[in-house]
């Protein structure tokens, strides 16, 4: 029997999947879009990338329900994708690994498409919108002092092994300057909201890598740990008294992209390759 809030999605999570899938299936090769010729019918199918229920492929005793519904362990995908991909004889063609792969691609392509700069010119305020809810408060008091000099972009990628996320980094690190401009006039308000920004990252980050024993768990995680710290701060943002409603999921997106690739450059993601 399915296991019923596994599959209790939040209104959020849909929104989320929908607008991020560009009315595409997520499988590489296929062209079907989500969206029936009507503009109006929805054709789409929700695939959890580890299963909801026990007898389902990629099945993980060690994940919660909520964990099983949450926006990093569901995929949209045509009903031909989803059948083939549900199919627990198939479970050994599609592992977790390959289908988290799809999704990060996908929604990259699609934000590409969009485009970052496109986005941010039609919603302006939407950086300094989403410091200010991940900045309106802080977690605790880790320590966030920038490396003394930030490290290369390309060896740090490198130094940690980022792959998926290895093209989003370098996408949106063209966006830095604009980031710390929002920055410099926070902190000539008198604002602590840059600062608050940074140790709850950090504090993420340092939760994530408390999972892993060494390095080398790191490393091999580096993915991984991206997209969780990611999932954080949209729960920040959908967990929130007064929650964003006038900006798009692609600005939300983009926005927190361009914080986290921030971030990952000030050495608050993942850790700095060492001096030589």
């Not at 701060?233 to 967990?239: F, S, V």
Request: net charge negative; charged share 30%; aromatic share 6%.
């Amino acid at each position: 029997m399915a296991n019923d809030k596994a599959r209790q999605y939040k209104p959020s999570t849909i929104r989320r999947l929908d607008k991020l899938s560009g009315n595409q299936c997520a499988e590489p090769s296929c062209e079907k879009n989500l969206i029936a010729e009507d503009g109006q019918s929805i054709i789409s199918k929700i695939c959890h990338i580890e299963a909801a229920s026990k007898n389902g492929p990629r099945w993980n005793e060690n994940m919660t329900d909520d964990e099983r519904r949450d926006f990093s362990n569901l995929i949209l995908l045509c009903d031909e994708h989803h059948t083939i991909i549900d199919n627990k004889e198939n479970e050994t063609r599609f592992p977790v690994s390959l289908l988290k792969k799809w999704k990060t691609e996908h929604e990259a392509k699609i934000l590409k498409l969009i485009s970052g700069s496109i986005i941010l010119v039609k919603h302006p305020s939407a950086l300094n919108i989403i410091v200010g809810f991940v900045g309106n408060r802080i977690f605790d008091h880790s320590n966030t002092e920038d490396p003394t000099n930030a490290p290369d972009t390309t060896d740090k990628i490198s130094h940690n092994n980022v792959i998926l996320f290895k093209p989003v980094i370098e996408e949106y690190a063209i966006y830095q300057g604009k980031l710390n401009k929002i920055y410099e006039e926070i902190e000539k308000q008198g604002s602590t909201k840059k600062e608050f920004v940074l140790q709850n990252i950090k504090t993420i980050y340092l939760k994530e890598k408390g999972k892993h024993k060494d390095f080398e768990g790191i490393r091999a995680n580096a993915d991984i740990i991206i997209e969780n710290v990611e999932n954080e701060l949209w729960k920040i943002i959908e967990n929130s008294s007064n929650p964003i409603t006038d900006l798009p999921i692609e600005a939300i997106k983009i926005g927190l992209l361009i914080i986290m690739v921030d971030a990952f450059m000030r050495c608050n993601i993942l850790e700095e390759p060492p001096k030589l």
